[in-house]
């Protein structure tokens, strides 16, 4: 079991940035795969973005292509998400998760055992 602790959530304006980090515990960081969702009150929780180090691989929405970044500091126990160009519609609970080093099925929130508790992002139009 990895524990995990998002940061770096807050208000923005419209077109505005944000860089989200999740600290992890543990000492084998680079055997899981970690992965950012979102959800918005009343909303299923919705697949962000995904990397797996180990295995390789670097997933995204469709949505969020080209304005987010997902990326990873092994020795910190650290993964980021760098959020561009944001969209008040993108208002929502983000949160990290992590699973083992598997690339199927990577935007089911269903498969990651472990997840922050989240941080909130608030754009504003």
């Known amino acids: 079991q990895v524990q995990l602790v998002e940061s770096g959530g807050g208000l923005v304006q419209a077109g505005g940035s944000l860089r989200l980090s999740c600290a992890a515990s543990?000492?084998?960081?680079?055997?899981?795969?970690m992965a950012w969702f979102r959800q918005a009150p009343g909303q299923e929780r919705e697949f962000v973005a995904a990397n797996n180090w180990y295995a390789g691989g670097t997933y995204y929405a469709d949505s969020v292509k080209g304005r987010f970044t997902i990326s990873r500091d092994n020795a910190k126990n650290t993964v980021f998400l760098q959020m561009n160009s944001l969209k008040p519609e993108e208002t929502a609970v983000y949160y990290c998760?992590?699973?083992?080093?598997?690339?199927?099925?990577?935007?089911?929130?269903?498969?990651?055992?472990?997840w922050g508790q989240g941080t909130q992002v608030t754009v504003s139009s």
């Open positions: 543990g000492r084998t960081f680079s055997n899981y795969a």
């Open positions: 998760a992590a699973r083992g080093p598997s690339n199927s099925n990577y935007g089911d929130w269903r498969t990651y055992k472990d």
